[in-house]
C-alpha cells in the first residue's frame, strides 16, 4: 500500500483529465477558435485513435510502458514487503553499481564543484569590485578583487553586466545589508557611464528605530501596520511617561489632526516627512540617539480592543515577534515605535531599453539602474525588476547585442586589463598609505549624518548648498586622517569597507548635485521651496519632464548633465502620485 496508494492517487487526476481532453481535442468545445493546417494531419490520426477514456485504458495495457511499470510496482512490493532484507543485501553485492545509482552519476557533486562552486568563487571576487575594462569603446571585462586572497584577479568577456543593488548605504543607516554600496555602478560611471536621478531615495516610515549610536543598519516593519496602528507623540515635547500612562487627552495624533480623510495611511513620503518633523520639533519617543529621541508611537490599543488579540496576532504575528526580538518589547501590551529610514534607491545608472548603458557593451541589472521607479519606487521593486530585468529582458537584449556587434577576441593580457588593474592598485595601496587616526565607521557616519539632516526627506536650498560645502571637506579629511588597518594580501574587511566609504564620499556630492539641480517636488524628492499652501509636493512639469543622466568629469569638478525627455503618449501627466507600492 505504500507504493499502490499514491499511484491511485496520481492516476485518478489523470483519468479525470481524460474525460475533459477528448471534447476539447475532438468534439465541438472550442467551435472555431482553433484551426488546424491540412498539411499536419497528426491531431487526426489521434482523433481516429481515440476511443474515449475506457477504450484509451484498455489500449494501454497492450503497450510496453505499462507493463514496464508494473514490473516496477511489482518488484518494489518484492523487495519492500515481501523480502525487506534483499534491498541491503543487493546493495553490498553490487556496491559500485549501488554507489553510482545512489548517488545519481555524481551529478550533485559535479553541479555544486562546477556551477554553484564556480559562482561562489566569482561572487567572492565580484563582491569587492574594481573597475571596468574598456576595449576600443566597449565593456569587455572587470578587475576584481579576492577578497580571501587579496589578489587582483581579471575577467573578459564580450559584455559586462552590473546587477549590484542600489546606494541606499551612502546615508550610513538605512534597511539594506550593511555591505551593499555604489562601488561597482560608481567604477563604472567615472569610466562614461551616466548616472541618472541620484537624488530619488525612497524613505519608508514604518522601521524599527535606532536604539544607540553603535548601530549600523535598520530593520523594515511592513506598512500593513499602518491598516490598524495609530501614530500619535506626546504634545509636550517635556513629557517622558511612559506610553500607557500618557492620557489621550495628552496625545498628538499628528497624521489624523493633519490629514482627516487619510489619517494613518497617508502616502508613505509624507507619513515619513510627519514623523522626521515632530522628532525634530523634539516630541520623539524612545533613547536619545545623536541628542535626539527618534521614534513616534505605532499603537494598537484601539485595535486589540475592537478586534480581540488573537486577530491583531493572526495579521500581525510575525511583525510583533519580530518587533519584540529587536527591542524586547511587547508590542502588544506597549506601543511599538517606528521611525522613517531609508529603504530603496530609484536612481541609478542610466540604461536604455535594452538596459545597456552608455558605455557599450555594459548592461545594467535591477536597482543599480535607474529605469523602472521614477520618483516613487513601485510595488514589489526588487522581484519587479528581478524578474523583468533578469528573466524578460537581458537574456534577449545581449544576445542582440552579441549577434550585431564586431566584438574581436581579447585577453586579459591586453594593455586595458594591465592599466585596470594598476589603477586599482593604486588606489589600494593609496587608502593603506594614509595611517590617519579616524576609523572608517566615524567617517561613513559623519557622512550619514550630512546626508540624512541635509539631503534627506525634506530638502531646501540652504540645507544642499550646506551639504555640497561639508562633503567635499569630509572626503578631504578622509584621504588625510583615514585609519586603515592591516595588510592587502589577505581578507581585510578594513580595506574593503574603506573602498566603498571612499567611492561613497565621490557619489554622495553628486547625490546632493541632483537633489540641487531639481528644484521642484516629485515623489521621494521634496524640497521645501516647491509644495502647495497644504504642504504637499508641488511638482514642476513645464520645467523638469526629464530624466536627469549625470556625465562624470572628474573627482571635485562639476559634472555634465545631459536631460533625456520624458515623453507621454497614452498616458498624460496627472497630479503627484506619492507613495505607491508596497514592500510585503
Known sequence: WVVTLPLVALAIPSVCAGWLIGPMLFGGYFGDAIQFSPSHDGVARMGQEFHGVIGMMTHALGTLPFWLSM?????????????????????EQFRIVY?????KYWFDEFNAFLFAGGARGLGRAFWKFGDVVLIDGKARGIITRNLVTGELESHEGSTVLLCTGGYGTVFYLSTNAVNSNVTAAWRAHKRGAYFANPCFTQIHPTCIPASGEHQSKLTLMSESLRNDGRIWVPKNPQDTRA??????????????????????????????????QVCDEGRGVGPLVDGKRLGV??????????????KIRERYGNLFDMYERITGENAYGQPMRIYPAVHYTMGGTWVDYNLMSTLPGLFVAGEANFSDHGANRLGASALMQGLADGYFIIPYTIGHYLAGTSL?????????????????????????????????REIHRELGRIMWDDVGMARTDESLQRAL????????????????????DNLNQ??????????????????ALDALTRTESCGGHFREESQTPDGEAQRDDANFTHVSAWEFQGVGKAPTLHKEPLVFEEVHEAGDQVGLGEDD
Open 494 to 511: 578594513s580595506l574593503e569597507y574603506a573602498g566603498r566609504v571612499a567611492d561613497y564620499l565621490e557619489f554622495a556630492e553628486l547625490l
Open 243 to 276: 506610553a500607557n500612562e500618557i492620557p489621550e487627552a495628552d496625545r498628538d495624533y499628528y497624521l489624523e489632526r493633519a490629514y482627516p480623510s487619510f489619517g494613518n495611511l497617508v502616502p508613505r513620503d509624507v507619513a515619513s516627512r510627519s514623523a522626521k
Open 71 to 91: 514490473a516496477g510496482i511489482a518488484t518494489a512490493y518484492f523487495l519492500y514487503m515481501v523480502r525487506p532484507d534483499l534491498p541491503a543485501r543487493i546493495a
Open 469 to 488: 560645502t561639508a562633503i567635499p571637506k569630509l572626503r578631504e579629511e578622509f584621504w588625510q586622517s583615514v585609519s586603515v588597518p592591516g595588510t592587502p
Open 408 to 440: 574581436p577576441k581579447v585577453t586579459t593580457d591586453h594593455d586595458a586589463f594591465k592599466e585596470a588593474a594598476d589603477g586599482v592598485q593604486g588606489r589600494i595601496n593609496k587608502l593603506l598609505s594614509v595611517k590617519g587616526n579616524r576609523g572608517i
Open 99 to 103: 554507489t553510482i545509482l545512489d548517488r
Open 297 to 310: 508611537y505605532l499603537d494598537f490599543s484601539d485595535a486589540i480592543k475592537r478586534f480581540g488579540e488573537a
